[in-house]
């Protein structure tokens, strides 16, 4: 089944329509399917907040409770750390924290079926020639489940370019040798050829796991396409179905959405991360991701981090990146090669990071962070400049700097981005 719910000028949809739609769809699955007795719901995790999911699962959940059905929420939380209860509240709503499941990467999975190398070679024009195993958590393949929701926003991502479908599944209920291999093929076909396009190598390698090992599952994808100017949600679009068709769509608008053109480069981008999502350079360095095709060579990013307080979201992906640091594409596969450094060579997921997460000296990179939460010597210690949070946004206020180009008192001239997960920027001249 497919039903596209969007809209292609600058509309919004409502909460009365988004809310309509999915009580539709429900009507829609079963009249195609049968009863509903146990659904299953996967969420983005708080570090998807703006994508209106939180409110779209509250909906499903009390519609579907209503119908008398037994619901599980399991947030794909992929390798960050489990929603808390006072996260779930606020993103969530009403939903009884207890019926929240908690993802482990590492050991809620089960292997459904191998990526094999001949196929990887060919989609990454030979860079790489390992297969991947196709693994998931285990209650994806519970037969118990009537319907499986996957929920959640296409807009612009760093690893396969345009998140969610089965992006949501594969990464973020996903195992290990997904993540981390995924995660590398990214970083070796290069960023910079990907981001905002469809039919990226990484996103075939989920299309490929789909089609093989998912297709007999109940699974409805429900995908919107957001912006969140200050911060409130506006969502533009909504597609329900249980095939590519939705992801295409929501592809299409969301480019239209999602990406901004500079006309030329950009000497000097500030950019500002909300603390309630913004706790690690893990996330943070979306900064990095989102912006480095419009920053100018030579020129600087500056991160107004006021919640960094670490660099991994998971304590041993920290560990890694503060030994190694975001020292360029070059040193991190020189690292990588190395047979004494396996521990890198076990955590592919972590070797791409550090890959994305460095403008390879093209341009500089400086987090503003606050003193009592993590140090110069560590911020400095991982590759990044430092800068006093306070010092900086005595000149840069958030409060007061408009989205996009501002000239402060000095007639220096700036581009401002207040949350950098939501798009992504390119310099015309390059595109």
């Given at each position: 089944?497919?039903?596209?719910?969007?809209?292609?000028?600058?509309?919004?949809?409502?909460?009365?329509?988004?809310?309509?739609?999915?009580?539709?769809?429900?009507n829609?699955?079963?009249?195609?399917?049968?009863?509903?007795?146990?659904?299953?719901?996967?969420?983005?995790?708080?570090?998807?907040?703006?994508?209106?999911?939180?409110?779209?699962?509250?909906?499903?959940?009390?519609?579907?409770?209503?119908?008398?059905?037994?619901?599980?929420?399991?947030?794909?939380?992929?390798?960050?750390?489990?929603?808390?209860?006072?996260?779930?509240?606020?993103?969530?709503?009403?939903?009884?924290?207890?019926?929240?499941?908690?993802?482990?990467?590492?050991?809620?999975?089960?292997?459904?079926?191998?990526?094999?190398?001949?196929?990887?070679?060919?989609?990454?024009?030979?860079?790489?020639?390992?297969?991947?195993?196709?693994?998931?958590n285990k209650?994806?393949?519970?037969?118990?489940?009537?319907?499986?929701?996957?929920?959640?926003?296409?807009?612009p991502?760093?690893?396969?370019?345009?998140?969610?479908?089965?992006?949501?599944?594969?990464?973020g209920?996903?195992?290990?040798?997904?993540?981390?291999?995924?995660?590398?093929?990214?970083?070796v076909?290069?960023?910079?050829r990907?981001?905002?396009k469809?039919?990226?190598?990484?996103?075939?390698?989920?299309?490929?796991?789909?089609?093989?090992?998912?297709?007999?599952?109940?699974?409805?994808?429900?995908?919107?396409?957001?912006?969140?100017?200050?911060?409130?949600?506006?969502?533009?679009?909504?597609?329900?179905?249980?095939?590519?068709?939705?992801?295409?769509?929501?592809?299409?608008?969301?480019?239209?959405?999602?990406?901004?053109?500079?006309?030329?480069?950009?000497?000097?981008?500030?950019?500002?991360?909300?603390?309630?999502?913004f706790?690690?350079?893990?996330?943070?360095?979306?900064?990095?991701?989102?912006?480095?095709?419009?920053?100018?060579?030579?020129?600087?990013?500056?991160?107004?981090?006021?919640?960094?307080?670490?660099?991994?979201?998971?304590?041993?992906?920290?560990?890694?990146?503060r030994?190694?640091?975001?020292?360029?594409?070059?040193?991190?596969?020189?690292?990588?090669?190395?047979?004494?450094?396996?521990?890198?060579?076990?955590?592919?997921?972590?070797?791409?990071?550090?890959?994305?997460?460095?403008?390879?000296?093209?341009?500089?990179?400086?987090?503003?962070?606050?003193k009592?939460?993590?140090?110069?010597?560590?911020?400095?210690?991982?590759?990044?400049?430092?800068a006093?949070?306070?010092?900086?946004?005595?000149?840069?206020?958030?409060?007061?700097?408009?989205?996009?180009?501002?000239?402060?008192?000095?007639?220096?001239?700036?581009y401002y981005?207040?949350?950098?997960?939501?798009?992504?920027?390119?310099n015309?001249?390059?595109?």
């Amino acid at each position: 089944m497919e039903k596209f719910y969007y809209a292609n000028t600058e509309a919004i949809m409502s909460p009365e329509e988004i809310r309509q739609a999915l009580l539709e769809s429900l009507n829609d699955w079963q009249a195609e399917h049968g009863e509903l007795h146990h659904v299953l719901i996967i969420p983005p995790d708080f570090t998807r907040f703006h994508s209106n999911s939180g409110f779209i699962t509250n909906v499903y959940y009390h519609a579907l409770v209503e119908m008398g059905c037994e619901v599980d929420i399991l947030p794909a939380l992929g390798t960050h750390v489990p929603v808390t209860a006072e996260e779930a509240a606020h993103m969530f709503g009403d939903i009884p924290f207890e019926r929240f499941l908690e993802h482990n990467w590492r050991t809620d999975v089960v292997k459904i079926g191998e990526v094999p190398a001949e196929y990887l070679e060919e989609i990454t024009e030979g860079l790489w020639h390992d297969p991947v195993d196709v693994e998931i958590n285990k209650l994806v393949m519970e037969e118990k489940y009537d319907l499986i929701l996957s929920i959640g926003q296409v807009v612009p991502h760093e690893v396969i370019c345009m998140a969610n479908h089965a992006k949501n599944l594969f990464v973020g209920v996903g195992g290990a040798d997904m993540i981390n291999k995924s995660h590398m093929v990214g970083a070796v076909y290069g960023m910079e050829r990907m981001m905002g396009k469809d039919h990226t190598p990484v996103r075939k390698i989920f299309d490929y796991g789909m089609t093989h090992f998912l297709a007999d599952r109940p699974i409805l994808f429900v995908l919107t396409v957001c912006t969140a100017p200050g911060g409130v949600i506006n969502q533009h679009g909504m597609f329900i179905g249980d095939t590519r068709c939705v992801l295409e769509k929501a592809i299409k608008l969301a480019q239209e959405k999602n990406i901004d053109f500079v006309e030329t480069g950009i000497k000097k981008c500030v950019v500002y991360l909300d603390p309630s999502e913004f706790r690690t350079t893990w996330l943070g360095n979306k900064s990095v991701y989102r912006t480095r095709m419009a920053i100018a060579d030579g020129g600087q990013l500056l991160v107004l981090a006021p919640g960094i307080e670490r660099f991994g979201e998971d304590l041993q992906v920290d560990k890694l990146i503060r030994k190694y640091g975001y020292k360029g594409r070059l040193n991190t596969l020189e690292q990588f090669e190395k047979e004494e450094n396996q521990d890198l060579r076990d955590n592919m997921g972590a070797a791409a990071h550090l890959i994305h997460g460095s403008s390879d000296e093209r341009f500089s990179i400086t987090y503003a962070v606050k003193k009592d939460k993590i140090t110069r010597e560590e911020i400095e210690g991982v590759g990044f400049g430092w800068a006093d949070y306070d010092e900086m946004t005595a000149r840069y206020n958030p409060e007061t700097l408009q989205y996009g180009y501002n000239t402060m008192e000095d007639g220096e001239e700036i581009y401002y981005i207040p949350n950098p997960a939501l798009g992504l920027w390119i310099n015309k001249e390059k595109f």
